[in-house]
């Protein structure tokens, strides 16, 4: 085993349509013209759409609520434990389709277990959400009207069953999710959203329906089902290119004619691939597959480069079988990323590295972790959320997304913005916080959701690793279930699923990226150890997850110093206005209401976040009449804060190891991006699109170079200078700044002059915090300098990217002796050029903690700025909204807060 897994990455490609057909021969079943029926529960012929989904039905159709909406999601679980059944009819008459020699009925996603019937007769049975499932149906289908059903069975009650059987054996654990949860029982057993039975931070929703699209196929010779594409950095000079182009149609010994060429767009001209050996080799599967090789000139293509890095260039693809004869062709198209990917883990004195690098450059990985972008599938699919979602992780200066593996593989989309963004993709199979069995039925259908799911997505360049599951190999290890008593059982499950199976069979659609085989993991230590590490999450290996409840989330002593951190997090609750999207009553905003504590799906959650909030910050009288809205604005100041400080404390220890052999840490992936309900969760950005205070402050702790102070345990402030850019700016200025919290006008400023260093953390200063501020100005901060005054950075170059600044608070909030300031909106310009965008004058008469601007939900829109710290009397600040706002509009609705309001 190699200490660094290297792998020589190939061209990238995103798949932007079906296979296409001359003669019009694919015929679109996607449409309004469906039926659904439940003849136990009396819903017959109820109109419905294909892609779609049964509770989307019944609530268009006013049978159930808005099961976002109040307790909907308990009061209709009904929905999810009994079966429908979809049906439509079509019309064929003297269409080419019927007339040719191979006719396909494709479902590219069934959620989840059904029996497909086309004219009376039985086609086959579903049992995976994430596989297509293809049927022959050229002997079934008749001139005139067809007859297509789909008999959706509960996947709540196949769940029960499969569990019933499995039990026979061994129970595979855990039995239930906490009863916090609100939720279903035994997902692990099935192939769907695992988080569709609940999670701590989603409603239970066990969706069922035809989520994804469905049509007919036909063609007389072949058609082009998958293509999977490996480029490999092998000279100075030239790409070498691989195209694995798959093949549906091919009969043993027949001679298929025609060609299959590759056409890739470059800077410089087109680079053509071609050949006419079709159906004459298969690979381990029985499939057959056509390779087209060749090489691309450097000099023709760009680099595709992560977000902060450089451009993400891309190059179209095209893909086409042309059979003249026949007058048959089929296609594909789609884009490419040329970039190499490297996970190093490098064994040193202390254990192994473990980072990324692209094009040969180490990566600082700044990102987050998305969910499902909603939990009944057939609305994840909604290009303008996820366009929003990843223009938010865009803007904000991450370079990294890590698809949790509990919730869907994201629709296309997802993954072209991603590309286009240069936002790389740590991709988990769809396995999280459970032990799975592993039967032999279990593992064939995982084979062929591994085969379909890698195939569709291998293409795209910002995918830069797979992981086999989310914490199965830290909740083996550790007993989490109770699993324990039957460990070697468990294990020997789970390399059979991760090893055996899942990584055997994505080897063999794609060996372009590294593998790793669960997160967290101590990546080669864990191989070592026989896939399951004597001690999961060891600070000297691989990455962690690191979530603290109990002690100061502000004091980054209580941090661990990992190689990569891929999941931390803290709770908060959304905004009053997105709150009253789901509830019409006050009185459930307060954190005792029913509502809350049935949204509340950590196990004491309100207590762990009211815990973490006392210790920094001081919230009014629980009798007070605006104790919810005090409650919620101080939950985002807490989480804000507490992700700001870890993730500077990750990025200070970059480049540096402390006594023990700690450090290097190379990757801060916080939890959450995005939510599914409004409740409280860890996400940055709420159900309802709104940024919560933490989004706006990751624009600055993951900006490309930041300023940061960390008070030690001793009572020193250390100050670093943290770098991402490739090149050193000199000759930067890092003042430091302490302020009284009486005045605005600073009562010192010291300046160090430094180089920030390319891809490094540079400790610029240390000093002994309270001596020194009671040194300061004559001892104007007071016989208790800590609670009197605090401190200011900024870095100042010529070079535009260094011009930043950072604050430090040496007590807890609620310690320090801070005046209320009278904050107001004193003035709001309109520009229309070239969009339209408002100036926002804010202004103070005393320094103002948390200044937090909003609109109401009428308004769409984003500040460039929120949350801030204001020391000074007016600061400026924009807001962009998403559609045309009428000025007076506006003015109505922005409203104004800050930390003191709720103190």
Same mark, same amino acid.
């Given at each position: 085993m190699y200490s660094t897994y290297r792998v020589l990455v190939i061209c990238v490609i995103r798949i932007f349509s079906d296979a296409v057909f001359v003669n019009g021969i694919k015929y679109s079943l996607d449409s309004s013209n469906w039926l659904l029926d439940n003849r136990d529960k009396g819903y017959t012929k109820l109109q419905a759409t294909v892609p779609g989904g049964v509770y989307t039905v019944l609530m268009e159709a006013n049978v159930i609520d808005d099961v976002f909406y109040g307790f909907n999601d308990i009061e209709t679980r009904w929905v999810s434990k009994t079966n429908w059944n979809y049906s439509t009819e079509f019309f064929l008459e003297n269409d080419v389709l019927i007339k040719k020699?191979?006719?396909?009925?494709?479902?590219?996603?069934?959620?989840?277990?059904?029996?497909?019937?086309? @004219?009376?007769?039985?086609?086959?049975?579903?049992?995976?959400?994430?596989?297509?499932?293809?049927?022959?149906?050229?002997?079934?289908?008749?001139?005139?009207?067809?007859?297509?059903?789909v008999r959706l069975k509960s996947p709540?009650?196949?769940?029960?069953?499969?569990?019933?059987?499995?039990?026979?054996?061994?129970s595979i654990v855990p039995l239930c999710v906490p009863v916090e949860y609100n939720g279903e029982c035994h997902v692990n057993h099935i192939r769907k959203t695992q988080a569709s039975f609940s999670w701590d931070w989603g409603p239970a929703l066990p969706s069922i329906g035809i989520w994804k699209s469905v049509y007919l196929q036909g063609y007389d010779t072949v058609i082009i089902r998958d293509v999977t594409i490996k480029t490999e950095n092998a000279t100075k000079n030239f790409w070498n290119i691989d195209i694995y182009v798959y093949l549906d149609g091919c009969m043993q010994d027949e001679n298929v004619e025609g060609i299959i060429t590759a056409t890739i767009n470059t800077d410089i001209g087109k680079t053509v691939l071609k050949t006419r050996n079709l159906c004459t080799s298969t690979n381990s599967n029985g499939e057959h597959v056509t390779i087209l090789s060749g090489s691309i000139d450097k000099s023709y293509v760009k680099l595709w480069w992560p977000n902060g890095y450089g451009n993400a260039n891309l190059y179209t693809v095209y893909v086409s079988y042309s059979n003249v004869k026949r007058n048959e062709s089929s296609n594909k198209t789609f884009k490419i990323g040329?970039?190499?990917?490297?996970?190093?883990?490098?064994?040193?004195?202390?254990?192994?590295?473990?980072?990324?690098?692209?094009?040969?450059?180490?990566?600082?990985?700044?990102?987050?972790?998305?969910?499902?972008?909603?939990?009944?599938?057939?609305?994840?699919?909604?290009?303008?959320?996820?366009?929003?979602?990843?223009?938010?992780?865009?803007?904000? @200066?991450?370079?990294?997304?890590?698809?949790?593996g509990g919730g869907n593989y994201e629709a296309d989309v997802f993954y072209e913005l991603a590309d286009e963004y240069g936002i790389m993709i740590w991709q988990d199979f769809m396995f999280a916080c459970n032990m799975y069995p592993a039967t032999e039925e279990f593992l064939e259908n995982v084979k062929n959701e591994v085969r379909h799911q890698v195939r569709r997505l291998q293409h795209h360049a910002s995918i830069i690793m797979w992981a086999g599951n989310n914490e199965n190999e830290v909740a083996l290890r550790q007993n989490w279930y109770g699993s324990a008593s039957k460990f070697k059982t468990f294990k020997a499950d789970y390399k059979k699923l991760y090893v055996e199976t899942i990584q055997t069979e994505l080897l063999r659609s794609d060996n372009t990226r590294p593998f790793l085989v669960s997160s967290p993991s101590n990546g080669l230590q864990s191989i070592q150890q026989d896939y399951v590490a004597l001690f999961p999450q060891s600070n000297y290996y691989g990455d962690i997850h690191f979530y603290n409840y109990f002690f100061d989330s502000w004091n980054t002593t209580n941090y661990p110093i990992p190689r990569f951190s891929s999941e931390y997090g803290y709770q908060a609750l959304p905004s009053v206005n997105?709150?009253?999207?789901?509830?019409?009553?006050?009185?459930?905003?307060?954190?005792?209401?029913?509502?809350?504590?049935?949204?509340?799906?950590?196990?004491?959650?309100?207590?762990?976040?009211?815990?973490?909030? @006392?210790?920094?910050?001081?919230?009014?009288?629980? @009798?007070?009449?605006?104790?919810?809205?005090?409650?919620?604005?101080?939950?985002?100041?807490?989480?804000?804060?507490?992700v700001k400080i870890e993730t500077e404390h990750n990025r200070q220890w970059r480049s540096s190891f402390n006594e023990q052999g700690l450090g290097h840490v190379m990757g801060s992936l916080y939890w959450q991006l995005n939510d599914v309900w409004v409740a409280p969760t860890w996400s940055g950005i709420d159900f309802k699109g709104n940024w919560k205070m933490m989004q706006y402050f990751s624009k600055h702790f993951f900006a490309p170079v930041i300023v940061t102070g960390d008070i030690t345990l001793n009572g020193d402030l250390n100050v670093y200078v943290v770098s991402d850019l490739t090149h050193t700016i000199f000759n930067a200025n890092v003042t430091m700044f302490v302020y009284n919290w009486d005045s605005m006008t600073p009562l010192h400023s010291h300046i160090i002059k430094t180089n920030i260093e390319a891809n490094q953390s540079k400790k610029v200063l240390t000093v002994k915090l309270e001596n020194d501020l009671l040194n300061i100005a004559n001892g104007s901060c007071g016989a208790?300098?800590?609670?009197?005054?605090?401190?200011?950075?900024?870095?100042?170059?010529?070079?535009?990217?260094?011009?930043?600044?950072?604050?430090?608070?040496?007590?807890p909030l609620k310690f320090a002796n801070i005046n209320y300031a009278n904050v107001t909106i004193t003035a709001i310009k309109e520009h229309r050029s070239p969009d339209q965008q408002f100036t926002i004058t804010i202004s103070t008469n005393e320094i103002a903690l948390f200044v937090w601007l909003e609109v109401n939900n009428n308004i769409k829109g984003r500040f460039s700025d929120n949350?801030?710290?204001?020391?000074?009397?007016?600061?400026?600040?924009?807001?962009?909204?998403?559609?045309?706002?009428?000025?007076?509009?506006?003015?109505?609705?922005?409203t104004?807060?800050?930390?003191?309001?709720?103190m």
């Open positions: 020699e191979k006719i396909k009925l494709v479902f590219e996603g069934i959620d989840t277990f059904s029996t497909i019937f086309l @004219n009376d007769q039985e086609l086959g049975v579903t049992e995976n959400m994430f596989v297509r499932y293809i049927f022959d149906v050229q002997s079934y289908l008749k001139r005139g009207y067809n007859r297509l059903e709540v009650n196949e769940a029960k069953k499969l569990f019933d059987e499995q039990s026979k054996n061994y040329f970039r190499v990917v490297e996970l190093v883990q490098d064994k040193i004195e202390s254990g192994l590295l473990f980072y990324f690098k692209i094009n040969n450059v180490p990566i600082f990985a700044k990102g987050s972790n998305s969910i499902p972008i909603n939990i009944l599938p057939e609305l994840a699919q909604n290009k303008e959320t996820i366009k929003h979602l990843l223009q938010s992780a865009k803007d904000v @200066n991450m370079n990294m997304l890590r698809v949790w997105t709150l009253l999207t789901a509830t019409n009553s006050i009185s459930d905003l307060n954190i005792s209401s029913k509502f809350l504590q049935k949204r509340q799906h950590l196990p004491d959650g309100f207590k762990k976040m009211t815990n973490l909030i @006392n210790f920094r910050l001081r919230l009014p009288d629980e @009798n007070s009449p605006d104790f919810y809205k005090a409650y919620i604005f101080n939950s985002q100041v807490m989480q804000a804060m507490s208790t300098p800590t609670r009197k005054c605090f401190i200011y950075f900024t870095v100042n170059s010529d070079n535009s990217e260094a011009t930043l600044s950072n604050y430090v608070f040496p007590v949350g801030f710290l204001q020391i000074t009397n007016e600061k400026n600040v924009t807001f962009t909204p998403t559609d045309y706002v009428i000025l007076d509009d506006l003015i109505r609705s922005l104004v807060t800050h930390l003191m309001s709720y």
